[in-house]
């Protein structure tokens, strides 16, 4: 149990140290951690000096993660797209993180790419550009030229990092089993599988052939596309570590003074930009999640480029239906249809008062059906949306959040070139479109065709199931099991009260036990101390001892309250 705690005990206790300084006492004195660090140390926290509480508690936190490294840095910005988990406020805080992380030697990336490909990197590239192009956490970015004369940017991941990611992963579980009740009673319900998420997460960011996928899967789906460009990954020159891509030139997205030089409208760029990103939610569900200006290229002859595929989301089709559902229903100002279709794409669809749901989507509604459609924001609404989610802490695909997040960043990307530019706008047709996808003959009879194929399964296997029911029944072997939920708490006190109970009797006991021994008749052979036969003295030490367990289980349990 403890094998995880010893091998990361210097950097579990370096944690509580951080967590002190920064006046998050409270979680350390009411978890686990409280072992690791003394109670000298934690008085001598609360004289000091108190300035940090001149920051709110959820700065704190972004102060903490900045100061715990990359690996938690990269989870507080995963979890700042889920609004569903945390509060506004905190998520506006890990909005603020970056991962500002110095490049590496180019010798080191040099050799790292011959290890990784096995022959030396003159055999391969013609000229390689010792200035990276970009730096981050997990790797950089240079530019380089093959030997067939393509220009190509090469992403080298950084010696070391995969040690470290798993190294901090495992105190990350560590933390979290620690911390587990303290983190529940804050509001987040499922705490390791948001750390079991982030490791997934991160053993794809650690590989990038599974960018390299992604960037093949959207080349096949935007084929026929002669207004938007994929570049294309060298799949032969790429391994987990190291990842060839081709060059593609251009400017930012937002550089609206070339595109006016290159004879480009602005706004027609922004809106064949959003109509591209609305396609890969609405048609292929499959989209880049990280469309800011960076990543955003412009040709010269107005192709936009899309770079970075390191995060990209996924909607099934129903999931797909669901989201634009909620559009739809907004649209039409139809707060159940909202709700309905909200149930629909919560993964865990459990909602304790759906008329005080309905309520809250319909104020939501009468909120901006008031504004002229020149007021309305994809981020107020963005931000109205993911506060009722977390209100009413539905579970939601983390895709949602993606989406929302890229949606606000497209609608600020269209405003400085298109000043009459309006998200929602040109999400309307794509929601009617969807709605006749869904009832369209193709889909229905594929939908009759699944539920048909399940309900086949289900008379194939039932009269086998109630066979051995009744099998079992006739011969007595059927049992039920019921399981208590919620009396973990209750039946741990009502032991805790038995035992002490226990021991309160038996001190009484010994005590009397003491009394009525200094009554007894005993033989000459009955040594006395003091006046007093030793049968009491070792009745007394007996009592004492068990006194002495009482009076420590009593310390005990006021420490832990």
């Not at 490294?69 to 970056?98: C, V, W």
């Not at 909120?367 to 579970?395: H, P, R, T, W």
């Not at 997040?405 to 497209?410: N, P, S």
């Given at each position: 149990?403890?094998?995880?705690t010893?091998?990361?005990?210097?950097?579990?206790?370096?944690v509580?140290?951080?967590?002190?300084?920064?006046?998050?006492?409270?979680v350390?004195?009411?978890?686990?951690?409280?072992r690791?660090?003394?109670?000298?140390r934690?008085?001598s926290?609360?004289?000091?000096?108190?300035?940090?509480?001149?920051?709110t508690?959820?700065?704190?936190?972004?102060l903490?993660i900045?100061?715990l490294?990359?690996?938690?840095?990269?989870?507080a910005?995963?979890?700042?797209?889920?609004?569903?988990?945390?509060?506004?406020a905190?998520?506006d805080?890990?909005?603020?993180?970056q991962?500002?992380?110095?490049?590496?030697e180019?010798?080191?990336a040099?050799?790292?790419i011959?290890?990784?490909?096995?022959r030396?990197i003159s055999e391969?590239?013609?000229?390689?550009?010792?200035?990276?192009?970009?730096?981050?956490?997990?790797?950089?970015?240079?530019r380089?030229?093959l030997?067939?004369?393509?220009?190509?940017v090469?992403?080298?991941?950084?010696?070391?990092v995969?040690?470290k990611?798993?190294s901090?992963?495992?105190l990350?579980?560590?933390?979290v089993?620690?911390?587990a009740?303290?983190?529940?009673k804050?509001g987040?319900?499922?705490?390791q599988?948001?750390?079991?998420?982030?490791?997934?997460?991160?053993s794809?960011?650690?590989?990038?052939?599974?960018?390299?996928?992604?960037?093949?899967?959207?080349?096949?789906l935007?084929?026929?596309?002669?207004?938007f460009?994929v570049?294309?990954?060298?799949?032969?020159?790429?391994?987990?570590?190291?990842?060839?891509?081709?060059?593609?030139?251009?400017?930012?997205?937002?550089?609206k003074?070339?595109?006016?030089?290159?004879?480009?409208?602005?706004?027609?760029v922004?809106?064949?930009?959003?109509d591209i990103?609305?396609t890969?939610?609405?048609e292929?569900?499959?989209?880049?999640?990280?469309?800011?200006?960076?990543?955003?290229l412009?040709?010269p002859d107005g192709?936009?480029?899309?770079?970075?595929f390191?995060?990209v989301?996924?909607?099934?089709?129903?999931?797909?239906?669901?989201f634009?559902?909620?559009?739809?229903?907004?649209?039409?100002?139809?707060?159940?249809?909202?709700a309905l279709?909200f149930?629909?794409?919560?993964?865990?669809?459990e909602?304790?008062?759906m008329r005080?749901f309905?309520?809250d989507?319909?104020?939501?509604?009468?909120?901006?059906?008031?504004?002229?459609?020149?007021e309305m924001?994809?981020s107020d609404?963005?931000?109205?949306?993911?506060?009722?989610?977390?209100?009413?802490?539905?579970q939601?695909?983390?895709?949602?959040?993606?989406?929302?997040?890229?949606l606000?960043?497209l609608?600020?990307?269209?405003k400085?070139?298109?000043?009459?530019?309006?998200?929602?706008e040109?999400?309307?047709?794509?929601?009617?479109k969807?709605i006749?996808?869904?009832?369209s003959?193709?889909?229905?009879?594929t939908?009759?065709?699944?539920?048909?194929?399940?309900?086949l399964a289900?008379l194939?296997?039932?009269?086998a199931?109630?066979?051995?029911?009744v099998?079992?029944?006739?011969?007595?072997?059927?049992?039920?099991?019921f399981?208590?939920?919620?009396?973990?708490?209750?039946?741990?006190?009502?032991?805790q009260?038995?035992?002490?109970?226990?021991?309160?009797?038996?001190?009484?006991?010994g005590?009397?036990?003491?009394?009525?021994?200094?009554?007894?008749?005993?033989?000459?052979a009955?040594?006395?101390?003091?006046?007093?036969?030793?049968?009491?003295?070792?009745?007394l030490?007996?009592?004492?001892?068990?006194?002495?367990?009482?009076?420590?289980?009593?310390?005990?349990?006021?420490?832990?309250s």
């Amino acid at each position: 149990m403890f094998k995880n705690t010893i091998s990361n005990l210097s950097r579990i206790r370096q944690v509580a140290e951080v967590l002190l300084r920064y006046g998050f006492e409270d979680v350390v004195t009411t978890t686990p951690l409280r072992r690791l660090v003394s109670q000298a140390r934690r008085l001598s926290w609360q004289r000091a000096d108190r300035q940090v509480f001149e920051t709110t508690r959820w700065e704190r936190v972004r102060l903490i993660i900045e100061e715990l490294g990359p690996t938690f840095i990269k989870l507080a910005q995963a979890m700042s797209n889920r609004a569903d988990l945390l509060p506004e406020a905190l998520i506006d805080e890990f909005e603020k993180l970056q991962s500002n992380v110095p490049p590496f030697e180019t010798a080191l990336a040099r050799q790292i790419i011959e290890e990784e490909l096995g022959r030396p990197i003159s055999e391969v590239f013609s000229e390689f550009d010792d200035i990276t192009l970009g730096s981050a956490s997990i790797g950089q970015v240079h530019r380089a030229r093959l030997l067939t004369g393509e220009e190509v940017v090469v992403k080298v991941q950084r010696p070391g990092v995969r040690e470290k990611v798993r190294s901090d992963l495992a105190l990350l579980h560590e933390l979290v089993r620690l911390t587990a009740g303290f983190l529940q009673k804050q509001g987040l319900a499922n705490p390791q599988d948001i750390v079991d998420a982030f490791e997934r997460s991160m053993s794809k960011e650690l590989d990038y052939t599974a960018e390299a996928r992604s960037m093949e899967q959207f080349r096949k789906l935007y084929e026929e596309y002669t207004t938007f460009y994929v570049p294309k990954p060298y799949r032969e020159l790429s391994t987990e570590r190291i990842l060839v891509i081709e060059f593609v030139s251009g400017c930012k997205i937002t550089d609206k003074v070339q595109l006016l030089e290159w004879g480009l409208s602005p706004a027609d760029v922004a809106e064949n930009g959003m109509d591209i990103y609305l396609t890969q939610i609405f048609e292929f569900g499959i989209f880049h999640a990280d469309p800011h200006p960076g990543n955003v290229l412009v040709r010269p002859d107005g192709t936009i480029v899309l770079i970075d595929f390191g995060m990209v989301g996924r909607l099934t089709k129903q999931q797909k239906y669901a989201f634009a559902g909620v559009f739809i229903g907004m649209a039409r100002q139809d707060a159940r249809s909202m709700a309905l279709n909200f149930r629909r794409l919560a993964l865990t669809a459990e909602i304790p008062d759906m008329r005080a749901f309905e309520s809250d989507l319909s104020q939501l509604i009468e909120d901006f059906a008031m504004l002229d459609v020149k007021e309305m924001s994809m981020s107020d609404l963005a931000d109205a949306l993911q506060g009722i989610i977390y209100n009413y802490k539905l579970q939601v695909p983390g895709a949602v959040f993606l989406i929302l997040r890229a949606l606000v960043i497209l609608e600020g990307i269209g405003k400085v070139l298109h000043p009459n530019f309006n998200t929602f706008e040109f999400v309307a047709p794509y929601g009617a479109k969807i709605i006749r996808e869904q009832y369209s003959r193709e889909n229905l009879l594929t939908e009759a065709e699944y539920t048909g194929t399940q309900l086949l399964a289900l008379l194939q296997t039932l009269p086998a199931d109630v066979r051995q029911i009744v099998r079992k029944i006739s011969k007595g072997e059927l049992r039920l099991k019921f399981e208590l939920v919620g009396y973990t708490t209750l039946l741990r006190k009502a032991d805790q009260l038995v035992s002490r109970t226990i021991l309160a009797l038996l001190c009484v006991g010994g005590l009397l036990f003491s009394g009525l021994s200094l009554l007894g008749h005993y033989s000459a052979a009955m040594p006395y101390h003091r006046g007093v036969p030793e049968i009491t003295w070792w009745s007394l030490g007996a009592t004492g001892f068990l006194l002495l367990i009482l009076l420590l289980l009593g310390t005990r349990r006021r420490e832990k309250s």
